[in-house]
């Protein structure tokens, strides 16, 4: 069989090359004339342990080339999950990339960015023609290792990392339960049984203070946002469970917790302070729930509730929806 060699169309050759998931770097050296000179690459790979050895490789269209060949040091910083702007800022072609960085300097004096997840300084030890990019292989002088989250590009996206189970999730023994929409891998079951845990240490402060689950979701919904109109604060409760009536409103009113005006509720000074503090106390809860969980895990979870919160409640009023 022959086959005939096709010159790769661009586009789908990159889509092609995407489905390799990588971490995302940036790659840090100073020109000629003493300036920063950086950009963001994910071609990073490991070439060898002894001696140690990384590569990378840069367009030849970069502004940053001449910098590169010009200086034989330069570091590799490994990004962590929560630092998706930097990484924009150093793809920008010609950009004002270390404006109010914090910066420390390493050998040769090149920038050292701080907050990633690991960091390699490196001296090139041989650089190739690599088509329209120039591969270049560094070995590693020092190195340091934060161990955080790292940031991950795939398809032309950033994406996080979730760590597989170190076994697979167990299959329910009871089938039929399985089926049914009160066994405990039905959605409901888990997100309520998540919510009444993590409610429960709120729910304790707000009943020490005296206040019951109606008067604490209406001056949490105060605490949220300021001065509502009574119609509208009147359908957030509703949506919740909860009514709005005339003897919550006085009773809270009547405590200085909340002041009522033309059609509209605020919270007193008194009522902020307490809100603030149940907000600590609720802040706190989320932190020991997120416990087992690493940055990029809190940050999907979070991202998939929102789009479960997103797909249930179409048809909604627009001022449910974008709570
Ligand atoms: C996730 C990501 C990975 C990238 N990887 C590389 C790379 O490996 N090599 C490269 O030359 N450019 C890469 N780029 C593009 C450069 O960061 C971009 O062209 C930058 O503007 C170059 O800056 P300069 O022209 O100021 O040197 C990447 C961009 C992004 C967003």
Known sequence: MSQAAVKPDTRQFRDALGSFTTGVTI????????RD????????????????MVLWSLAKTSLSLAAF?????????????????????????????????????GEGGVPLLEGCSAR??????????????????GEVMRFDHFDKPPLVFHSGKYGLVVKQAASPAPVPVDEAAAESSFSRDFLGYLLGAAYSQLFKPIRD?????????????????????????????GTLMSFAGHTLGEELIAGLAGRGLL?????????TDSGRRAMIELFAVAKS???????????????????????VIRSTSRGLPPLLRKR
């Open 205 to 233: 402060e707000f009943s020490r203070r005296g206040l019951s689950e109606n008067e604490y979701y209406l001056l949490s919904i105060l605490g949220v946002d300021e001065d509502l109109p009574l119609d509208e604060i």
């Open 120 to 137: 390699f300084q490196c001296r090139t030890a041989f650089r190739y023609e690599g088509g329209d990019h120039e591969i270049f292989v």
């Open 285 to 307: 809860a989320e932190s020991d729930a997120e416990s087992e969980l690493d940055y990029s895990e809190s940050q999907l979870l979070k991202q998939l509730l929102r789009r």
């Open 69 to 105: 060949v010009h200086n034989p040091h330069f570091a590799v910083h490994i990004l962590a999950a929560d630092q998706r702007a930097i990484s924009d800022l150093f793809a920008k072609r010609g950009a004002d990339k270390f404006a109010g960085t914090t910066l420390a300097r």
């Open 259 to 267: 002041v009522r005006g033309d059609g509209r509720l605020s919270l």
């Open 27 to 34: 790659v840090t050296t100073v020109d000629a004339e003493g």
């Open 37 to 52: 000179i950086g950009l963001t690459a994910n071609s990073f790979n490991s070439v060898s342990l002894d001696p140690p």
